[in-house]
């Protein structure tokens, strides 16, 4: 019988995403560094160290990895504390530095999509308070004034800031990232003034580049009550989903900022973001519980989902597609900048990739305009508090050699750039226990 082929727009991009910290190495004037330098704050005391050796030149042959995979975009970040090692300073051999990543990735026919904040603060800035300080935005605008100028002939597309959500429960709601903090205020100051530096570098993108394209990149996490029947689970996961998804995209739509039973108008934050990006890698269940230090809530996995390596993330595609609705509902182009799994025997990732990019073709059908693709991620890199203990890349790294190796899901993902498509063969191939979910008979 013959089988449909899921066939992608032309003009799609087809990419990978990658952060300056976790591929880069070297980087030790950010908050991350002194972060991997105190004891047991990253699985197994790891550090980044030289991760992918990409600031002293492996960039290069994984561009080639990029273009020869038929990937016609990468987005990478730009680290602040490189750039501005000092409040006073400004460093123009690092901003030199990353033109050349950036002329490296145009002549390969790969466009780039620039995020200007990805986790790692200079550790001036978290000497200062981080973004606690009412002043972070004010210094945020100067980074990526003095940035943006630097390379905007390369740049179009721009994601101000990395995942805030992410942001602010890994580093402020005791989530394992610095400064370790569990401070529902400090929190709620901590996302305020990062939707004003997303504000701020909005508009100073655009006075310097009037066509660019900007956006932010945040985590979206599909929550479902785990008893669809019952009033009570679906309210706590409608709240849950309303504070992590909700709360920094509904405000640069209103302006208005609601976190965890907190508001705040910041009124410049309206009409700041040219399409939303959408990370999205799983789905928790929600469940009632009578405990207000739980915020009377419970999450876990679907308990049929296959789980990741680790246990970190499930597959669940269906949660994609959900983002994917989630995300049209804002009236602007969608681009996923991040999806991926950590597994380093690459048996789900096949899988995964192939299930995503179904749910993905999926909702083209709906005519939600969503233009690109990144997968999360090329090569292993740093995972921050999990170190190297997760490994998302379609190629290996041994990071006592920085050999890469190609998992099966490199050419899989190959075919895919190339061919703008999934086929029945692709998935016969690389994903056969996937057959029968993409063609149901
Ligand atoms: C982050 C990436 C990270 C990935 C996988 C996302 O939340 O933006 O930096 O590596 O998840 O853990």
Redesign the pocket.
């Known amino acids: 019988m013959p089988h449909a082929v899921y066939t992608f727009p032309p003009g799609f991009l087809w990419g990978t995403a990658t ?1 300056s910290h ?1 591929v880069e190495g070297g980087n030790t004037n950010n908050n991350w560094y002194a972060w991997e330098n105190q004891e047991n704050k990253i699985l197994e005391n790891h550090h980044a160290g030289d991760a992918c050796g990409w600031w002293n030149g492996r960039w290069k042959e994984d561009f080639d990895r990029a273009a020869d995979g038929g990937q016609n975009a990468h987005r990478l970040s730009i680290e602040w504390s490189r750039v501005q090692p000092a409040p006073d300073r400004w460093d123009e051999q690092a901003l030199d530095h990353y033109r050349e990543f950036l002329r490296g990735l145009v002549h390969r026919g790969i466009t780039p999509m620039v995020s200007l904040h ?2 790692t603060d200079p550790l001036w800035l978290t000497e200062m308070g981080g973004w606690e300080n009412d002043q972070a935005p004010v210094y945020f605008e100067k980074f990526v004034r003095k940035t943006v100028e630097a390379i905007r002939e390369y740049v179009h597309s721009w994601i101000t800031i ?2 805030p959500n ?1 942001y602010v429960y890994g580093g402020y709601l005791g989530g394992g990232f610095p400064p370790g903090k569990n401070d529902l205020k400090a929190a709620f100051q901590v996302l305020a003034n990062m939707l004003r530096g997303h504000a701020a570098a909005y508009h100073t993108i655009h006075v310097q580049q009037p066509d660019a394209l900007v956006g932010v990149a945040p ?1 979206y996490r599909s929550m479902a009550p785990a008893r669809s029947f019952f009033a009570l689970d679906r309210l706590v996961a409608r709240q849950l989903s309303a504070s992590y998804n909700d709360a920094f995209p509904r405000a640069m739509l209103d302006g208005q900022l609601r976190f965890a039973f907190r508001s705040q108008n910041i009124p410049e934050a309206v009409g700041t973001q040219d399409f939303i990006g959408v ?1 999205y ?1 799983t789905r928790d269940l929600v469940e009632f519980v009578p405990n207000p230090g739980a915020l009377f809530s419970r999450r876990y996995f679907p308990p049929k989902a296959e789980l990741s390596e680790t246990g970190f993330l499930a597959n669940v595609p269906q949660g994609f597609f959900e983002a994917l609705r989630w995300a049209s509902q804002f009236g602007k182009p969608i681009y996923v900048t ?1 999806n991926g799994v950590e597994d380093s025997s690459d048996s789900l990732r096949p899988r995964y990739l192939l299930e995503h990019l179904h749910q993905l073709w999926h909702a083209l059908n709906y005519n939600w305009d969503i233009r690109g693709y990144f997968h ?1 991620t090329l090569v292993d890199n740093f ?2 508090e999990r170190g190297w203990t997760q490994r ?1 890349g379609l190629w290996e790294l041994n990071t006592e050699t920085q050999q890469r190796t190609p998992r099966p899901s490199a050419q899989l993902y190959a075919e895919i750039c190339k061919g703008g498509a999934i086929t029945p063969d692709l998935v016969n191939q690389y994903a056969p226990q996937s057959f029968s979910k993409l063609y149901p008979v």
Request: no cysteine; net charge negative; aromatic share 34%.
């Open positions: 952060a976790q990805h986790f990395n995942e992410v985590n990370n890698y991040e999360w995972e921050w998302f």
